[in-house]
């Protein structure tokens, strides 16, 4: 069985590499425009996106899919019933430090795996609490360009370390791909341990 990640998130990239699993990037060109409000649903509909992207592509080419199992993923931050996802721009990334210190929020992560012609997708929430943070350690933080591609405007595994209080919940949920999440699914909807996809497994 062959693992394909579908994302180009250096993180997701990280976290597969610690675990010891072997896999390929295949970047997804879906359409991440989406009307959901509810954060749970919304990742677990852009996860399905970007890997039904990615195996409709793979069979436009030809490639026999039959031992291969497509991972992708999505990240939201969500404060109350406003989702945040990743900044526009710094300017908005300040915005978004500005409403997130010194108060609580969730992150949902949804993960969909596809094999063959069936997907099984899954979201996981993680409360996070920011300490607070003053105008000049926004900026010094937005300045360093670590928010530019994060959602919420932050990596907590990174330099935003420093300001996060504590988490209640997955903390590889935060960072973008929660691996308990991950390993349940592929187990219940594929029975597949993802630890048998290891080199010399």
């Known amino acids: 069985m062959k693992l394909i990640l579908a994302s180009g998130s250096p993180r997701r990239r990280e ?5 010891g699993i072997p896999f390929e990037v295949l970047t997804s060109d879906a359409d991440e425009n989406c009307a959901l409000t509810d954060p749970a649903a919304l990742v677990r509909e852009l996860a399905a996106r970007k890997g039904t992207a990615v195996r409709d592509r793979l069979l ?29 721009d710094r300017a908005d990334a300040v915005r978004m430090l500005t409403d997130l210190s010194g108060c609580d929020h969730a992150v949902y992560s949804g993960i969909a795996l596809l094999c063959g012609d069936k997907i099984a997708t899954a979201s996981e929430r993680t409360a996070v609490h920011v300490a607070p943070l003053s105008a000049e350690e926004i900026a010094r933080y937005v300045a360093t360009g670590e928010p530019d591609d994060k959602a919420g405007g932050y990596a907590m595994q990174g330099l935003f370390a420093p300001y996060i209080r504590g988490i209640e919940g997955c903390y590889f949920n935060v960072v973008g791909l929660p691996v308990h999440a991950m390993f349940r699914l592929a187990k219940e909807a594929f029975d597949l341990d993802l630890y048998d996809l290891r080199s010399g497994a």
């Not at 976290?15 to 675990?19: G, M």
């Not at 291969?68 to 939201?76: E, M, R």
């Open 15 to 19: 976290i597969l590499t610690n675990l």
């Open 60 to 88: 436009a080419e030809g490639a026999d899919l039959r031992d291969t199992l497509i991972l992708a993923a999505d990240t939201v931050v969500a404060k109350g019933s406003t989702i945040l996802g990743k900044p526009a």
